[in-house]
Structure formats: structure tokens, C-alpha cells
T-cell receptor, first 114, second 111 residues
Framework: ETGVTQSPTHLIKTRGQQVTLRCSSQ?????VSWYQQALGQGPQFIFQ???????GRGNFPPRFSGLQFPNYSSELNVNALELDDSALYLC?????????????FGEGSWLTVV | SQKIEQNSEALNIQEGKTATLTCNYT??????LQWYRQDPGRGPVFLLL?????KEKRKERLKVTFDTTLKQSLFHITASQPADSATYLC??????????FGSGTRLLVRP
């Protein structure tokens, strides 16, 4: 167990809808990153939050947005869902970023867009 | 553009043998390289981190090498067991905020 919990574990949405995914980071971790993993691919970096501020973003459109709360939990919001958004969404927590530190992933939220 | 390559074909080995997985990268100068294990339907699990100034790192039956001249990392599992069967992901980082992952190599260890 990594101490990183994500919800929901599975969900199905219709194209054009909006979705919110949630993540509770491991105790003591102040950084949360979100990744998208399509079937058969490695995770792709969406963005990272450090102390409630966005700290870096990958090549994802603005309809992917996020929040980090004072307790360091986080949300990923995706608007105007497209079929290609179907994937496993992973939350990762760490203390101060990715490089040089152990990163703990949650089990992910499986999103299917129909 | 940055590219990370891991063997897309599954590696199939006999129990007790050493598994060696390869990670090659181009157009990148990572400060750190990490290896993860991922089981079907689960999130990745951190295994090892190696820095650019380190040649080799070991942890129990695991060994990672990092050659910044060849732009390659090798990941070894000695005395492999069927429980080691999983997908292994290589990830690079050059800054504090993101990891760039390869597509992973699936390892199958036959009893």
C-alpha cells in the first residue's frame, strides 16, 4: 500500500460530459502529479501541483485542469470529454517533486468515454 | 523530440535465470532514471532510482545500470521468480516536476 488513494476506481462518461477525479496523497507529501495512461502505453504527465500551485504542465489542452487543497489532496477535472480521453488516470504523490525522490502512485481511476 | 524506448516484445524467461530489461533514450539528458513495476490494472510501484553520476545501483535481487554515454539503462532481476512477472517501466527526470515514461516491457517468468 502506497498511502495514495484515488476515487472513483472506475467510471463511464458520455462524450461531451465533464468528470472530476480525486486523490488523497500520502501523509507528509506536498506534491501531487497526475498522469494519463492509455492501454499498452506508459503514463503521460498531465500536470503537477506543489503547495496548491500548478508547478508544471505536460502537453494536455486547457480542458484538463486541476486543484490542490490545503491538506494536499487534489482533483483532476476534464471538460468536454472526448473518446480519446478513455484511459487510466494516475495520481502520484511525493515530497517536493519527481526528480531524486521516491514517488508513490495510487491505483488509478479507469475512465471510459462512450 | 525526446524519446524513450523499451522493448515492446515480452521477455519470457525460466525461473531462476536473470532477466535483463533495456531502456534507451534520445534527445534527453536526464539527471535521474527510475524503474517501476506495474501489475495489470494497478498503479506503478517504485523500485529503484539512479542518478546521472552513478553507474550502478542494487537492491536485493535488483540491479540497475546507467550509462549516460550510451544513453542506456539496464535493469536486472537475478534469480527470477514467477512472482516477478509484470510490466516494468523506465522513467527519466531532468527537473523537479515531471517524469517521462517508456511504454514498458512485459516480463514473464515461467516456473
Amino acid at each position: 500500500e502506497t498511502g495514495v488513494t484515488q476515487s472513483p476506481t472506475h467510471l463511464i462518461k458520455t462524450r461531451g460530459q465533464q468528470v472530476t477525479l480525486r486523490c488523497s496523497s500520502q501523509s507528509g507529501h506536498n506534491t501531487v502529479s497526475w498522469y494519463q495512461q492509455a492501454l499498452g502505453q506508459g503514463p503521460q504527465f498531465i500536470f503537477q501541483y506543489y503547495r496548491e500551485e500548478e508547478n508544471g504542465r505536460g502537453n494536455f489542452p486547457p480542458r484538463f485542469s486541476g486543484l490542490q487543497f490545503p491538506n494536499y489532496s487534489s482533483e483532476l477535472n476534464v471538460n468536454a470529454l472526448e473518446l480519446d480521453d478513455s484511459a487510466l488516470y494516475l495520481c502520484a504523490s511525493s515530497f517536493q517533486g519527481a526528480a531524486g525522490n521516491t514517488i508513490y502512485f495510487g491505483e488509478g481511476s479507469w475512465l471510459t468515454v462512450v | 523530440s525526446q524519446k524513450i524506448e523499451q522493448n515492446s516484445e515480452a521477455l519470457n524467461i525460466q525461473e531462476g535465470k536473470t532477466a535483463t530489461l533495456t531502456c534507451n533514450y534520445t534527445n534527453y539528458s536526464p539527471a535521474y532514471l527510475q524503474w517501476y513495476r506495474q501489475d495489470p490494472g494497478r498503479g506503478p510501484v517504485f523500485l529503484l532510482l539512479i542518478r546521472e553520476n552513478e553507474k550502478e545501483k542494487r537492491k536485493e535481487r535488483l540491479k540497475v545500470t546507467f550509462d549516460t554515454t550510451l544513453k542506456q539503462s539496464l535493469f536486472h532481476i537475478t534469480a527470477s521468480q514467477p512472482a516477478d512477472s509484470a510490466t516494468y517501466l523506465c522513467a527519466l527526470a531532468d527537473s523537479s516536476y515531471k517524469l517521462i515514461f517508456g511504454s514498458g516491457t512485459r516480463l514473464l517468468v515461467r516456473p
